[in-house]
């Protein structure tokens, strides 16, 4: 199976081993994994803050660098939103203004297949245990996006239960936002601040070494928190435990 590894701007920016992690576990479960080098942002950001216009160009790119392949998979559930969630959205609402139907039908080929990692692995690939190794005690996040907008449910977890020499543990609150946001966290900052705190002290309390979500710009929230108030734990995308072996066990 050839498919398109759709990286997102904060894991190329910020986060890239979670982008090299993705390949090394697909790779390893036999399939073909192409990283097409034009891909930029899909557009979220925009989108988000109110600049909806403006965002059609980069869904349209993303849909003309994407086209061809059988699946694309990232590793952001709140990308993976985007596009499954508000690409058609976009087409409606340009429909609804009377500017055809151009948008909707270059958008809806990609919409379908793009999937989020843990996704693909349960549903498209039909696997739960990746033949992982990591020796740690995890407790999961479920992020927002993944969540709500994908209704990833079970996904994640079935996969980390699976994993060799990891030890669940449940985080209480889990299904309550850790208040990033995106543009949130900087508009409300003090509300977002309360939020992330109150996510890492229930993290704290489960005695886990790692905490783990599927996005790592919540990620990147909750370990900012974990910094400021100098916990011991640390933030792990759910990737880069999936890819992890006994020949080469991740941090």
């Given at each position: 199976m050839r498919v398109a590894l759709f990286l997102t701007c904060v894991n190329d920016t910020l986060y890239p081993d979670t982008g090299r992690a993705v390949v090394r576990l697909l790779t390893r479960l036999g399939v073909e994994v192409d990283f097409p080098t034009a891909q930029t942002c899909c557009g979220q950001a925009h989108y988000n803050t109110g600049y909806r216009h403006?965002?059609?160009?980069?869904?349209?790119?993303?849909?003309?660098?994407f086209a061809g392949y059988e699946a694309i998979v990232t590793p952001s559930g709140s990308c993976g939103a985007m596009v499954r969630e508000l690409y058609p959205r976009m087409g409606?609402?340009?429909?609804?203004?009377?500017?055809?139907d151009t948008l909707a039908a270059v958008l809806a080929p990609v919409v379908p297949k793009t999937y989020e990692l843990t996704e693909f692995?349960?549903?498209?690939?039909?696997?739960?245990?990746?033949?992982?190794?990591?020796?740690?005690?995890?407790?999961?996040?479920p992020t927002c996006?993944?969540?709500?907008s994908l209704g990833l449910?079970?996904?994640?977890?079935?996969?980390?239960?699976?994993?060799?020499?990891?030890e669940l543990v449940e985080l209480p609150g889990a299904e309550e936002c850790c208040g990033f946001g995106g543009t949130f966290a900087v508009k409300n900052s003090d509300v977002s601040?309360?939020?992330?705190?109150?996510?890492?002290r229930n993290a704290e309390s489960t005695g886990a070494d790692v905490l783990c979500a599927a996005d790592n710009s919540c990620l990147m929230h909750i370990g900012g928190t974990m910094a400021r108030l100098r916990t011991g734990m640390r933030p792990v995308h759910i990737a880069e435990i999936l890819a992890s072996t006994e020949e080469a066990v991740a941090a």
């Amino acid at each position: 199976m050839r498919v398109a590894l759709f990286l997102t701007c904060v894991n190329d920016t910020l986060y890239p081993d979670t982008g090299r992690a993705v390949v090394r576990l697909l790779t390893r479960l036999g399939v073909e994994v192409d990283f097409p080098t034009a891909q930029t942002c899909c557009g979220q950001a925009h989108y988000n803050t109110g600049y909806r216009h403006e965002a059609e160009p980069l869904a349209r790119r993303f849909a003309d660098v994407f086209a061809g392949y059988e699946a694309i998979v990232t590793p952001s559930g709140s990308c993976g939103a985007m596009v499954r969630e508000l690409y058609p959205r976009m087409g409606e609402r340009a429909r609804a203004e009377g500017r055809g139907d151009t948008l909707a039908a270059v958008l809806a080929p990609v919409v379908p297949k793009t999937y989020e990692l843990t996704e693909f692995l349960v549903d498209v690939l039909g696997v739960t245990d990746v033949g992982a190794y990591y020796p740690h005690t995890v407790t999961y996040h479920p992020t927002c996006h993944g969540l709500r907008s994908l209704g990833l449910g079970d996904r994640p977890r079935r996969l980390l239960e699976a994993v060799k020499g990891l030890e669940l543990v449940e985080l209480p609150g889990a299904e309550e936002c850790c208040g990033f946001g995106g543009t949130f966290a900087v508009k409300n900052s003090d509300v977002s601040a309360a939020m992330g705190a109150d996510k890492v002290r229930n993290a704290e309390s489960t005695g886990a070494d790692v905490l783990c979500a599927a996005d790592n710009s919540c990620l990147m929230h909750i370990g900012g928190t974990m910094a400021r108030l100098r916990t011991g734990m640390r933030p792990v995308h759910i990737a880069e435990i999936l890819a992890s072996t006994e020949e080469a066990v991740a941090a």
